[in-house]
């Protein structure tokens, strides 16, 4: 992060809203929004192009959290069909429309979020697509891609001056990453003095590295102490990304056992390659990611401290802690329940929560306002919980001393 290169103050009571390039229409649309985080930042929002790549559970989520927000259009990609996995995440695809493109099939549904907002749906295939295709937008989004076309459409983002995110949802394990090249933003600090309100508008800027960087970093020798410190979801993704590269699709439930087998082995070999102890990554996550199913019937399973009322009053359901067998699983292990089971490949609660996250950070990186998470967002199934790691950037020696530059 770069220091404050400029302040300013100005006295205000409210944010102004009367002059703006938005029509009648859109102020009433967006009025909300523009009390949020004023009129400029919400011009800035309506003036962005995006494109998504993969409408999955994920991408779904993105569409139309952006969408809402009011930018100006939303290209859809994706060349796929809807299949029944979908249903257990997409709700932008119709049941009915198994079988059709994915991209189109949401088109309906993505449009009636927000009429003022251009939807357009694609049905080509990102592979086919030309460098110059992606010059057309503000900001690329990319989900289900393998790494190599997610390097590729990162470094034409970065040789076009496009904004690059990417992320994914396996099972109940999600990330984000981005990059905002080199990123101007604005900060607004407001404190009261003799009554009225100063807002101290603060201009910072922060310097992105690209996806390559990020997963390729190695880390034995001088970033051993980080290693100890870092959460297992970097190295999991990792390891999630070479199972895509190598079995052309994400792990399944409904092949869990030949699944973690194939996922320890690829755990060994691609953690070694960068420096890291294959225990970094256990084996309680893989199986965490390959456990998540939901009955055909529709019934769920009751979390884990969740009350539900029953004939004998309020009780405690779901699993403990430390079980990594739901109760349906249980059930059909014990042969107590003859209904077919229907895998998720995606969780929708975490498509909603990571696909919320990246949503609030295209809006932030499209609106210039509040700083951007730097670079990456895991969610941990096993700890349930989200944070920021930054990785890729370089280690610069002080004295005889490494410091990462963050």
Request: hydrophobic share 40%; glycine share 6%.
């Amino acid at each position: 992060m770069f220091p404050i290169i400029e302040v300013s103050l100005a006295f205000i009571k409210m944010k102004k809203t009367t002059e703006s390039n938005l029509s009648k229409e859109e102020s009433e649309q967006y009025d909300r929004q523009i009390r949020l985080w004023g009129l400029e930042s919400q011009k800035r929002i309506r003036a962005t192009d995006v494109l998504v790549v993969g409408i999955g559970g994920f991408g779904a989520e993105v569409c139309k959290n952006i969408i809402l927000a009011g930018v100006h259009s939303v290209t859809m990609l994706d060349h796929t069909l809807v299949t029944e996995l979908d249903r257990c995440s997409q709700f932008l695809a119709p049941t009915d429309n198994i079988g059709n493109n994915r991209a189109e099939a949401s088109l309906s549904r993505a449009q009636e979020l927000n009429i003022m907002v251009t939807v357009r749906a694609d049905t080509d295939n990102v592979e086919d697509k030309s460098d110059t295709f992606f010059q057309q937008f503000n900001i690329v989004v990319a989900t289900e891609c393998s790494q190599d076309q997610l390097v590729r459409i990162n470094n034409i983002c970065r040789e076009n001056n496009v904004l690059f995110f990417c992320g994914d949802v396996f099972g109940m394990f999600g990330y984000t990453f981005a990059d905002l090249l080199s990123h101007q933003f604005v900060e607004e600090k407001n404190t009261k003095v003799d009554k009225l309100t100063v807002t101290t508008t603060i201009k910072k800027e922060m310097t992105c590295v690209p996806l390559q960087d990020a997963l390729a970093t190695h880390w034995d020798g001088i970033l051993t102490n980080k290693l100890k410190k870092m959460d297992p979801s970097y190295f999991l993704l990792l390891v999630l990304l070479a199972f895509r590269k190598k079995k052309s699709r994400d792990p399944n439930p409904a092949e869990r056992a030949e699944d973690i087998i194939e996922l320890k082995k690829l755990r060994d070999k691609t953690l070694s390659s960068v420096g890291v102890p294959p225990e970094k990554v256990s084996d309680e996550l893989f199986r965490v990611l390959c456990r998540w199913a939901l009955p055909a019937r529709r019934v769920y399973p009751i979390p884990w401290g969740h009350r539900r009322k029953g004939r004998s009053g309020w009780r405690v359901g779901g699993q403990s802690p430390g079980n990594t067998e739901s109760r349906w699983e249980a059930k059909e292990r014990a042969g107590n329940t003859k209904s077919r089971w229907e895998v998720k490949e995606q969780s929708r609660q975490l498509c909603a929560i990571v696909g919320g996250i990246m949503a609030q950070e295209i809006i932030k990186a499209a609106s210039k306002l509040h700083e951007p998470y730097d670079n990456m967002f895991f969610f941990n199934p096993t700890t349930n919980g989200g944070f920021i790691e930054c990785v890729g950037k370089f280690a610069v020696s002080f004295n005889g001393n490494f410091f990462i530059v963050q």
